[in-house]
């Protein structure tokens, strides 16, 4: 037997065509352009390509898109004042700061995170954000975790009931996944790097989500026939050759459904990115959506 795979493309472009009808409705009816403002620190070559993708992905569907290039060597009081000026600025609804940051401002990351307008966070990484999506309550949330939710959600996969295990606890993928998949009344298990006999704890998993950032990590004999096996790592392990955390090759003769890596969960991401700064321009004007 082989896996359904889980093609991003196809629920990413369901979700983006959603989305774009909110966007005719706000521009149309109440005169509103979402913005998103992406700050990036330095030169990291991985990060600017993200940055590119966003810009592009925004300008594609509608959304105004700033990027602001600050130096490697900026000061953290210069970029707490770009944040304050545009968590001033009307035009702008969405600010996110491209992460990881430079090693000399690294250890003010939450510092500067916690500075944006939890309004205007649509990363879902401020405090009031994690607080909110903890006691159920959806405001803006971490566009990864989100996406994959929403893919399972759109692929028709029942969640409720459901044993979920998640391998990997970093705030932001493995705990808002936990979140969302608990408020759907899924049974969920978190697995990190002290978890004993991982695999007797994975072949329980109805829906496995792997973040744990190992190549291949996930292989056959820990997942359970038949299970909804979802893949968010990305390892780089050749100059152009990106894999997941899960051997897909192997692991697909096993499981029901299966996300590859790259083409799955990860182009989800930039579309819940898309999604939130639409939410954060109707949670401003106080206007609502249908998605
Ligand atoms: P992270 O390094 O912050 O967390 C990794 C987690 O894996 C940790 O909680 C750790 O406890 C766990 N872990 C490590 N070794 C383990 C082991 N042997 N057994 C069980 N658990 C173990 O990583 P992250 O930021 O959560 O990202 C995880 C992966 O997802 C990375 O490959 C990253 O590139 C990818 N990612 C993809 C997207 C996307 O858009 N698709 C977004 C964010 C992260």
Redesign the pocket.
């Known amino acids: 037997m082989s896996a359904t795979v889980l093609e991003g493309k196809f629920y990413a472009a369901q979700i983006k065509e959603g989305i774009k009808k909110d966007i005719s409705v706000l521009k149309n009816k109440h005169g509103i352009t979402p913005g998103l403002a992406v700050i990036i620190v330095g030169e990291n070559p991985a990060s600017k390509v993200y940055v590119a993708s966003k810009h592009r992905s925004c300008e594609e569907i509608g959304i105004y898109s700033e990027v602001i290039e600050l130096p490697a060597d900026v000061s953290k009081e210069i970029l707490l004042a770009k944040i304050a000026q545009l968590n001033n600025n009307d035009q702008i609804h969405g600010i996110l700061v491209q992460l990881p940051l430079p090693d000399h401002i690294k250890e003010n990351e939450a510092e500067i995170l916690n500075s944006i307008d939890p309004n205007k966070d649509v990363d879902g990484f401020h405090p009031v954000n994690v607080g909110k999506l903890s006691i159920g309550e959806e405001h803006l949330v971490p566009?990864?975790p989100y996406?994959c939710v929403k893919m399972l959600e759109l692929a028709g996969i029942d969640i409720e009931g459901k044993n979920a295990v998640i391998?990997?606890?970093?705030?932001?993928?493995?705990k808002p996944m936990f979140n969302l998949l608990l408020s759907r009344n899924a049974t969920v298990t978190v697995?990190?790097?002290?978890?004993k006999d991982?695999a007797s704890i994975t072949k329980q998993a109805d829906i496995l989500i792997?973040?744990?950032?190992?190549p291949h990590?996930v292989t056959s004999d820990m997942v359970k026939p038949g299970a909804v096996v979802i893949d968010?790592?990305?390892?780089r392990i050749a100059e152009k050759k990106l894999v997941?955390?899960v051997d897909f090759e192997q692991v697909k003769q096993v499981a029901g459904a299966i996300t590859p890596?790259p083409g799955?969960?990860?182009l989800?991401?930039?579309a819940m990115l898309l999604h939130n700064t639409v939410k954060a321009a109707c949670l401003i004007h106080n206007v609502t959506i249908t998605n």
């Open positions: 566009c990864t996406g391998i990997g606890r970093s705030n932001i993928v493995g697995c990190h790097s002290r978890s991982l792997a973040a744990v950032g190992k990590f968010v790592g990305i390892n997941g955390d890596v799955g969960v990860g989800l991401t930039i």
